[in-house]
């Protein structure tokens, strides 16, 4: 029995040393992609543009600091950002060295080449098949990593955190406090249930999206960590019930919130079979007017974080209704930023699309399948309202003054621009070739119109 006792328990420890190897070993092929704080790992560069060699590897930038942009064909923003990145080149040249990383896609290449034209970019690019992507971790983009002189990977983030002044600091070997971007490392926690912050529970409650010790008013409003993704709504009415979960918001955000319509007013909106929503878009300006003694509040910084805020409300169920959360919200900003706000109407800046005498005849759908195409170097419609083309505008410049559609056509339409869709002056080229122009004007509407507390 003593023999037979023995060998049971070797049995076991054999079998609980082999699980606990394959434990080990199922750590081990767990992917990780590069973060801040690694040194870069080796990577290639099969197919460079506008760079001295065709091939390049990673060994090729040893000993100078290195800046990567990943962008892809859909991505705006990355876009948008070039003539920034092309302009800090020029300036920092021989000192940091940039290079743009494409994820390779059918119509990729010219459409970068036609937008390098435009705006004379001298940018080294490689158009990448998702190795170097798949390398990097790379979830969504603009996704920018920078690299210093030994190695080191100090910063990932957007393109728009690239400023002299960043870039010098970074040179200097100073920390900086950058928001971080969020690669597939991040999503694979987030699928094995460790997410920092969840949007569906309560935040700031059992360390969802921090310790519970870390608001700063409560309802409650506190400054908004980066591992909390942002998330927000656009316009308050029953549907919220009574709950408010704002995350990652400008005061500007806050004080539409409280003050503006029951419905959306702040973008251009397309509507469907499906979603017929209604939308007050043009009756309402935008953006707040600031008349505010404090306008340093109001400068918020997406790469730092400065002046961007988490916002949760929750009331009695009895009180599920817009009207209780706007007013609650009303005194929450009072009494936090000692800030009001009231709505009146003004006469505000434009533009206004409107209809030239041939627009009809050139315009009017032939009636075929319904189809919206888009890129960077133009946009073709085919049996669309205009208002499509308003959307696809206004998404380009979504700073400028509101956009207004004025042309008085109640019919589908056929268009096709060939245009660099981040050009204005091109953009209104076009545009009068198909019968349409479009205009500076001003428009009486409602707008929110913020100041200091008077108590």
Not at 13 to 21: G, P, R, T
Not at 188 to 198: L, R, T
Not at 239 to 256: A, M, Q, S, Y
Not at 281 to 310: H, M
Request: proline share 4%; aromatic share 12%.
């Amino acid at each position: 029995m003593a023999f037979l006792y023995s060998k049971t328990i070797g049995f076991f420890i054999i079998l609980f040393v082999l699980i606990s190897v394959v434990k080990v070993r199922s750590q081990d092929f767990r992917k990780e992609y590069p973060k801040v704080g690694d040194t870069l790992p080796f990577f290639m560069l099969n197919v460079m543009h506008y760079y001295s060699k065709k091939q390049s590897s990673s060994l090729d930038f040893k000993g100078q600091p290195l800046i990567l942009d990943f962008f892809s064909a859909g991505c705006k923003a990355c876009f948008l950002s070039f003539p920034h990145l092309d302009s800090l080149k020029k300036e920092f040249e021989g000192r940091v060295q940039f290079i743009l990383i494409g994820k390779k896609s059918p119509g990729l290449e010219t459409q970068y080449e036609s937008y390098m034209k435009h705006y004379n970019l001298n940018l080294p690019v490689d158009y990448d098949d998702s190795a170097l992507w798949n390398q990097f971790g790379v979830l969504l983009v603009p996704y920018t990593v920078w690299v210093d002189s030994n190695g080191i990977i100090r910063q990932i983030t957007s393109p728009y955190a690239l400023t002299t002044e960043h870039i010098n600091q970074f040179l200097q070997g100073k920390p900086q406090s950058l928001v971080t971007m969020e690669n597939k490392q991040d999503q694979e926690n987030e699928d094995h249930g460790n997410m920092f912050y969840d949007f569906r529970k309560p935040f700031l409650i059992g360390g969802n999206g921090g310790a519970d010790s870390s608001y700063l008013y409560r309802s409650i409003l506190c400054k908004w960590d980066y591992r909390t993704v942002s998330h927000g709504d656009i316009y308050i009415s029953s549907k919220n019930k009574n709950c408010l979960e704002e995350i990652g918001v400008t005061i500007n955000d806050l004080f539409i919130l409280a003050y503006g319509d029951t419905m959306p007013f702040i973008m251009p909106y397309v509507q469907s079979d499906i979603d017929k929503l209604p939308n007050h878009f043009g009756q309402w300006a935008t953006r707040p007017i600031n008349e505010s003694s404090r306008s340093d509040i109001f400068k918020y910084d997406v790469n730092t974080g400065t002046n961007l805020y988490s916002y949760s409300l929750t009331l009695p169920e009895s009180e599920n209704s817009g009207l209780h959360l706007q007013r609650m919200m009303r005194r929450d900003l009072k009494n936090y930023f000692s800030l009001e706000a009231k709505v009146e109407m003004r006469k505000l800046p434009c533009w206004k699309i409107v209809a030239l005498k041939n627009a009809e005849k050139i315009l009017r759908t032939k009636g075929d399948t319904p189809e919206w195409k888009s890129t960077f170097n133009g946009v073709t419609f085919q049996n669309q309202p205009v208002n499509s083309l308003l959307v696809e505008i206004w998404s380009y410049f979504q700073h400028e003054p509101v956009f207004i559609d004025e042309t008085g056509i109640d019919y589908n339409i056929d268009l096709k621009i060939n245009a660099v869709m981040a050009d204005m002056n091109d953009i209104r080229k076009e545009l009068r070739k198909n019968g349409l122009d479009l205009e500076k004007g001003e428009k009486q509407m409602k707008v929110i119109v913020i100041s200091d507390a008077l108590d």
